[in-house]
């Protein structure tokens, strides 16, 4: 499928900040879910103008995440903020032609199915470079290609299940531990992104197109790399309770206060331990920073104040013991504050979330561009003038725009 040769010049670019580090890159994210949606999100706070695919209706599954909020839901708010949504079903033709026609003038297409699935639909790397032999593109799923388990289904915690990273943590007593964050998603997203970018530098530098690909399982792999080298180098085991950073060693674990909160502690460098011990008032445990028979002997320390009677001694001190902090104490945490970790949703001052991490000359980029869009809001902003047929105009208007209601969520499965 082609797009007509009187397709126009490149669109102009959305208004965004024009110091941003990526003001006028175009990227169009085919993608689903959180992986490739947290790299978009951090190249859109950045300036790019990302528009975002979803099916009509429903959206996609980051519209169903969390709680309520400003007209969608928290998930949703966070993941997309600064985006255009257009809404096209990628099975029908007419879909795929306007993709086709957004794809002549981006920079970066992302997408997350599995392996072959984006051929079959018409939009694989292959097909878009027909129309655009300069654009970047990066995919982003479960397994790789090239392997026995390319179409595998599976989400995170199948990714650090696999790679050995569940099976490193946890504890010899109750097994592997749920990590409460998405490591390989996330690791998986900033790979990906670190990679289509140099791709993009490439090109830009008079290089051909790219196709940049991760694979979650491998990410996750990656993230876990040092531990494993020291395996295969012979270090012996290397699970739960076994190494520092899995709780063998005293000065690397989260104790329990006499109030139920925690104090984290990771004094690592001797220093710090001396100083940790100093507090506790056990110097005798200098010696024994590496000694497990020790971790009881803390933990009973530990248990003896609450934990903010532990903070207050543990003031001006260079321990590297810091309390496990609920989501309540991280919004008012004045660090972050000054960060500018917590910040308000554009168009919604009265709503908080996450900041971005990344800082440039000593500033955060500027997050005031437009809060996350209902499904298909920008179809007509986006295809009017690409010179579409009218067959594939009348599609996409019926497409969009959306319902207002957030969306049940739906099965990943629907492209598969």
């Given at each position: 499928m082609s797009v007509p040769d009187t397709q126009p010049d490149r669109q102009p670019d959305r208004p965004s900040d024009p110091t941003a580090p990526l003001a006028g890159v175009r990227v169009l994210d085919l993608s689903r879910m959180l992986p490739v949606g947290a790299m978009s999100q951090l190249l859109a706070d950045l300036g790019a103008d990302v528009v975002k695919v979803e099916r009509p209706g429903a959206g996609e599954e980051s519209r169903s995440f969390g709680a309520a909020v400003a007209g969608t839901t928290s998930g949703h708010a966070f993941l997309d903020r600064g985006k255009r949504s257009v809404a096209l079903d990628l099975k029908d033709p007419q879909g795929v032609r306007a993709v086709l026609?957004?794809?002549?003038?981006?920079?970066?297409?992302?997408?997350?199915?599995?392996?072959?699935?984006?051929?079959?639909?018409?939009?694989g790397y292959d097909d878009l470079r027909a129309v655009n032999p300069r654009l970047v593109?990066?995919?982003?799923?479960?397994?790789?290609?090239?392997?026995p388990r390319d179409a595998e289904?599976?989400?995170?915690?199948?990714?650090?299940?696999?790679?050995?990273?569940?099976?490193?943590?946890?504890?010899?007593?109750?097994?592997p531990a749920l990590a409460g964050i998405q490591v390989a998603d996330l690791v998986g997203g900033l790979t990906g992104g670190l990679g289509l970018l140099a791709a993009?530098?490439?090109?830009?530098?008079?290089?051909?197109?790219?196709?940049?690909?991760?694979?979650?399982?491998?990410?996750?792999?990656?993230?876990?790399?040092?531990?494993?080298?020291?395996?295969?180098?012979?270090?012996?085991?290397?699970?739960?309770?076994?190494?520092?950073?899995?709780?063998?060693?005293?000065?690397?674990?989260?104790?329990a206060c006499a109030d139920g909160r925690h104090l984290a502690v990771g004094a690592v460098e001797p220093q710090f331990w001396a100083e940790l011990v100093d507090v506790l008032g056990r110097p005798d445990l200098l010696a024994r920073q590496h000694d497990a028979t020790a971790i009881d002997e803390v933990a009973a320390?530990?248990?003896?104040?609450?934990?903010?009677?532990?903070?207050?001694?543990?003031?001006g001190r260079s321990t590297c013991a810091t309390a496990v902090?609920?989501?309540?104490?991280?919004?008012?945490?004045?660090?972050?504050?000054?960060?500018?970790?917590?910040?308000?949703?554009?168009?919604?001052?009265?709503?908080?979330?996450?900041?971005?991490?990344?800082?440039?000359?000593?500033?955060?980029?500027?997050?005031?561009?437009?809060?996350?869009?209902?499904?298909?809001?920008?179809?007509?902003?986006?295809?009017?003038?690409?010179?579409?047929?009218?067959?594939?105009?009348?599609?996409?208007?019926?497409?969009?725009?959306?319902?207002?209601?957030?969306?049940?969520?739906?099965?990943?499965?629907?492209?598969?």
């Open positions: 026609a957004l794809a002549r003038d981006a920079d970066v297409v992302l997408e997350s199915f599995r392996p072959g699935v984006a051929d079959r639909l018409g939009v593109y990066c995919s982003v799923n479960g397994y790789g290609t090239g392997g289904p599976g989400h995170d915690l199948n990714y650090l299940a696999y790679s050995g990273a569940a099976g490193f943590g946890g504890s010899r007593t109750h097994g993009l530098v490439a090109v830009r530098s008079g290089g051909p197109g790219r196709h940049v690909e991760v694979g979650l399982a491998d990410a996750a792999l990656w993230s876990l790399g040092i531990h494993v080298s020291g395996w295969l180098a012979g270090g012996g085991d290397q699970g739960p309770e076994s190494t520092p950073v899995t709780g063998a060693t005293p000065s690397y674990r989260v104790y320390v530990v248990a003896t104040r609450p934990l903010a009677a532990w903070l207050e001694l543990l003031e902090q609920t989501f309540d104490e991280v919004a008012r945490d004045p660090q972050f504050a000054a960060r500018r970790m917590i910040v308000p949703v554009p168009d919604a001052p009265d709503v908080r979330q996450v900041g971005t991490p990344l800082r440039f000359d000593g500033r955060a980029p500027t997050l005031d561009r437009a809060a996350a869009p209902v499904v298909g809001q920008h179809n007509e902003e986006v295809l009017s003038a690409r010179g579409l047929d009218d067959a594939t105009l009348a599609a996409v208007r019926t497409w969009g725009p959306p319902p207002t209601t957030v969306p049940a969520p739906t099965s990943q499965e629907e492209y598969a």
